[in-house]
Structure formats: structure tokens, C-alpha cells
Nanobody, 124 residues
Framework: QVQLVESGGGLVQAGASLRLSCAAS????????MGWFRQAPGKEREFVAWINWRGGNTYYGDSVSGRFTISRDDAKNTVYLQMNSLKPEDTAVYYCATDSRRYRDYPPRDYDYWGQGTQVTVSS
């Protein structure tokens, strides 16, 4: 059973930084790509970032590109989202997610496993 547990959210002021973590268990972490999504109240879930299984390919949503960085530490079975220059519009619940296909080098259309989410609130 794949489990994803996010942490690191909180309340910060605009311009600050946060680093989110997502600890994965239940399978060989290094074989799988990972992604981050977010959902703000009243809005649809939005793609934030994705990293392939080897860590060499990354993709970002337009609204976070240049400010956020996704990375992974296979020794710790953890994927990170470094968020810099935070804006009030970044306020959302952030989720990590993954799918069932190994050795993926491009983002999937669908994701099979989701974490419970961590709240990020950015005040102006």
C-alpha cells in the first residue's frame, strides 16, 4: 500500500519561503516519479510541479515556474517542494501525488496515489 505524507506547511508572510516534504512508503521510491498539486478554496486542483524517477526531468506550472523547485532524496524516500517568493495567491492545500508506472520520464495524465495535504497560507 503506497502512502504519502506531506509536511512543512504553515502561515508565512508574502515574500517568505517554505519547504514542503512528502514522505513515501510502500514501494521502491526511487523507481517512481512524483508530483505536487495544490487546491485553493473554491478553485480546481492545480498542477504545481513534477519530477521524474531519476530526478533529471522536472516540470512546473506556469504560476510557480521560477519560484518553486521540486527535488527528491531517494535515500530518505522523500520529495520536496522549495517555495520561494511566496505570494498570497499561493495559499492552498498542497498535495503530493504519484502514479503506478515505474521509470516514468514524463508526467502522467492521471495519478493513483495522493497524500492528505498540507496547508500553506501566505498573508499579504
Amino acid at each position: 500500500q503506497v502512502q504519502l505524507v506531506e509536511s512543512g506547511g504553515g502561515l508565512v508572510q508574502a515574500g517568505a519561503s517554505l519547504r514542503l516534504s512528502c514522505a513515501a512508503s510502500g514501494r521502491t521510491f526511487s523507481n517512481y516519479a512524483m508530483g505536487w498539486f495544490r487546491q485553493a478554496p473554491g478553485k480546481e486542483r492545480e498542477f504545481v510541479a513534477w519530477i521524474n524517477w531519476r530526478g533529471g526531468n522536472t516540470y512546473y506550472g506556469d504560476s510557480v515556474s521560477g519560484r518553486f523547485t521540486i527535488s527528491r532524496d531517494d535515500a530518505k524516500n522523500t520529495v520536496y517542494l522549495q517555495m520561494n517568493s511566496l505570494k498570497p495567491e499561493d495559499t492552498a492545500v498542497y498535495y503530493c501525488a504519484t502514479d503506478s508506472r515505474r521509470y516514468r520520464d514524463y508526467p502522467p495524465r492521471d495519478y493513483d496515489y495522493w497524500g492528505q495535504g498540507t496547508q500553506v497560507t501566505v498573508s499579504s
